[in-house]
């Protein structure tokens, strides 16, 4: 984004919002993973259902990269950009599939100890 900032590159404000509703999306993810891990010294049962709640918020990361990503594409940004912002775009999505992954290692330890 800075490298956008730097260049003085125009982003339409439609893909601007998409991409921070994305941005708020990731961090929703994030902070459930942080419950189900604070979670994993009091109980199985809690792990279990905050680590539903992580894979809730991945599903809607997934829904609303989907819906930008088409944007993104759709638009007539210039290709630097387009590309730039598209990365940036799977940055965020790629952050609530790793907590996702990260939601279900939790599981596993938790049914193992």
Do not use: C
Not at 19 to 44: F, W
Not at 58 to 81: G, N
């Amino acid at each position: 984004m800075t490298e956008l900032a730097k260049r003085r590159w125009k982003v339409p404000d439609a893909i601007l919002k998409e991409v921070g509703s994305l941005a708020e999306a990731s961090l929703n993810a994030l902070l459930r993973l942080r419950e189900v891990i604070l979670a994993l010294s009091y109980s199985t049962a809690k792990v279990m259902e905050l680590a539903l709640e992580v894979e809730s918020s991945e599903k809607t990361v997934d829904s609303i990269h989907r819906k930008a990503d088409l944007k993104i594409i759709s638009s007539r940004m210039k290709l630097p950009v387009l590309l730039l912002i598209r990365e940036v775009v799977e940055f965020l999505e790629d952050i609530a599939d790793n907590a996702e992954n990260a939601a279900d290692i939790a599981r596993i330890i938790a049914m193992t100890t």
